[in-house]
C-alpha cells in the first residue's frame, strides 16, 4: 500500500507569490490533515478536511487556504508569501476524522522557501 | 487551550545509554497520548500512544506511561541505539476527538 505521497518536495518561491502544495493520501483515507513545521515555532496544526469538508481550522491568516477533492486528494494554497512561511509543510491521513486514538500517517512533507 | 511542554534538546547520549524525554501536558478531561518520531528527511511516525489512565504504550523498545496525576507521559528506553537518532514528539488529542496538540520536539543523537 502506497503511503501519503506530497509534492513536490522542494519548493523555491519569492515574497508576494503564491503557492500549491498537494498531497495524495493512503489509499481508502478519508481525512487530511496539514501541519506547518518550523525550527522556532514547531509543528502547528493548519487545517483538517475529512469528506471534502473543514472539519478543524488552526490559528493561521486567511492567506493559508485548503481543500479536498472526491477522491480524497488535498491542497493547500498560500497567497501573497512571507519570509515567514518558509517552513516544512507536513500532510497527514487517516482512516477517518482524527480524533482520539486514532493513527495518522504522515508523508514526508514539502519544504518551501521564500526569499 | 491545550498545550504539550517536552524538555528541550538535543539530547545527547552514548550507544546502550538509559533514556528518558520529559514530557508534559494541560488538558480537559482525558486526552489521548501519542509519541510521535521524526528521522532525518523523514515525516513523522507513531511511534506509542495511550489512551487512558495507567496505560502503559509501547514499541521498538521505547515506553510511556499515562499518568494522570503528574499529566506526565515521559518516554523511556532501556538501551538506545544510534539509529534511534531522530526527533521525538508528544502529542495529545483532546477528549472531543480534535486536531493534535504537538510538543516543540527534543532532538536526540545517540553516539557510538
Known amino acids: 500500500k502506497a503511503g501519503v505521497t506530497q509534492t513536490p518536495r522542494y519548493l523555491i518561491k519569492t515574497r508576494g507569490q503564491q503557492v500549491t502544495l498537494s498531497c495524495s493520501p493512503i489509499s481508502g483515507h478519508r481525512s487530511v490533515s496539514w501541519y506547518q513545521q518550523t525550527p522556532g515555532q514547531g509543528l502547528q496544526f493548519l487545517f483538517e478536511y475529512f469528506s471534502e469538508t473543514q472539519r478543524n481550522k488552526g490559528n493561521f491568516p486567511g492567506r493559508f487556504s485548503g481543500r479536498q477533492f472526491s477522491n480524497s486528494r488535498s491542497e493547500m494554497n498560500v497567497s501573497t508569501l512571507e519570509l515567514g512561511d518558509s517552513a516544512l509543510y507536513l500532510c497527514?491521513?487517516?482512516?477517518?476524522?482524527?480524533?482520539?486514538?486514532?493513527?495518522?500517517?504522515f508523508g514526508s512533507g514539502t519544504q518551501l522557501s521564500v526569499l | 487551550g491545550d498545550s504539550v511542554t517536552q524538555m528541550e534538546g538535543p539530547v545527547t547520549l552514548s550507544e546502550e545509554a538509559f533514556l528518558t524525554i520529559n514530557c508534559t501536558y494541560t488538558a480537559t478531561g482525558y486526552p489521548s497520548l501519542f509519541w510521535y518520531v521524526q528521522y532525518p528527511g523523514e515525516g513523522l511516525q507513531l511511534l506509542l500512544k495511550a489512551t487512558k489512565a495507567d496505560d502503559k504504550g509501547s514499541n521498538k523498545g521505547f515506553e510511556a506511561t499515562y499518568r494522570k496525576e503528574t499529566t506526565s507521559f515521559h518516554l523511556e528506553k532501556g538501551s538506545v541505539q544510534v539509529s534511534d537518532s531522530a526527533v521525538y514528539f508528544c502529542a495529545l488529542v483532546d477528549n472531543a476527538g480534535n486536531m493534535l496538540t504537538f510538543g516543540g520536539g527534543t532532538r536526540l543523537m545517540v553516539k557510538p
Open positions: 497527514a491521513s487517516s482512516l477517518s476524522a482524527s480524533g482520539r486514538g486514532e493513527k495518522l500517517f
